[in-house]
């Protein structure tokens, strides 16, 4: 087994809604729309993770058409998730908190039949670390320091 990456991230509220993050140099905000006591200065906690999704998705295709000297000149990536908010309001449901159902679509701009650009799509979803997380148990650990 090779050795273990950690990828870290540290984020900082203080008053109102946002968010902020430096990742890397770069000045990242989360914010709440203005309807929900936000300023709207960035996407939402749940927008920012559907978009972590596609973007690690395509990042993927990107890396997997090099190494298989596919031509992709584009790839479009659509996720939708679905949730009942009721628990994140902290109003009673027997619904779970996060998304009940995540899908991902995409259109793949490339020289490859119908079948080859699904089978290429899936192998990618495969080796996509947070559609891997998603469809996963991964163990998340709580703590105050």
């Given at each position: 087994?090779?050795?273990?990456?950690?990828?870290?991230?540290?984020?900082?509220?203080?008053e109102?809604?946002?968010?902020?993050?430096?990742?890397?140099?770069?000045?990242?905000?989360i914010?709440?729309?203005?309807?929900?006591?936000?300023?709207?200065?960035?996407?939402?906690?749940?927008?920012?993770?559907l978009?972590?999704?596609?973007?690690?998705?395509a990042?993927?295709a990107?890396?997997?058409?090099?190494?298989?000297?596919?031509?992709?000149?584009?790839?479009?990536?659509?996720?939708?998730?679905?949730?009942?908010?009721a628990?994140?309001?902290?109003?009673?449901?027997?619904?779970?908190?996060?998304f009940?159902?995540?899908?991902?679509?995409?259109?793949?701009?490339?020289?490859?039949?119908?079948?080859?650009?699904?089978?290429?799509?899936?192998?990618?979803?495969h080796?996509?670390?947070?559609?891997?997380?998603?469809?996963?148990?991964?163990?998340?650990?709580?703590?105050?320091?």
């Open positions: 087994m090779s050795a273990n990456k950690v990828i870290s991230v540290s984020t900082t509220m203080k109102g809604c946002q968010v902020h993050a430096d990742i890397r140099g770069h000045k990242v905000t914010d709440q729309p203005k309807q929900a006591g936000g300023t709207d200065e960035g996407p939402t906690p749940l927008e920012f993770f978009f972590s999704l596609g973007g690690c998705i990042s993927i990107r890396i997997a058409a090099t190494q298989q000297k596919i031509e992709m000149r584009s790839i479009d990536i659509d996720v939708d998730g679905t949730m009942n908010p628990g994140l309001l902290g109003k009673p449901t027997e619904d779970r908190v996060g009940q159902t995540i899908t991902v679509s995409a259109k793949i701009d490339a020289d490859l039949s119908e079948e080859e650009k699904q089978a290429f799509f899936e192998a990618v979803c080796r996509c670390p947070l559609d891997d997380n998603i469809a996963l148990e991964t163990k998340v650990t709580h703590s105050l320091v």
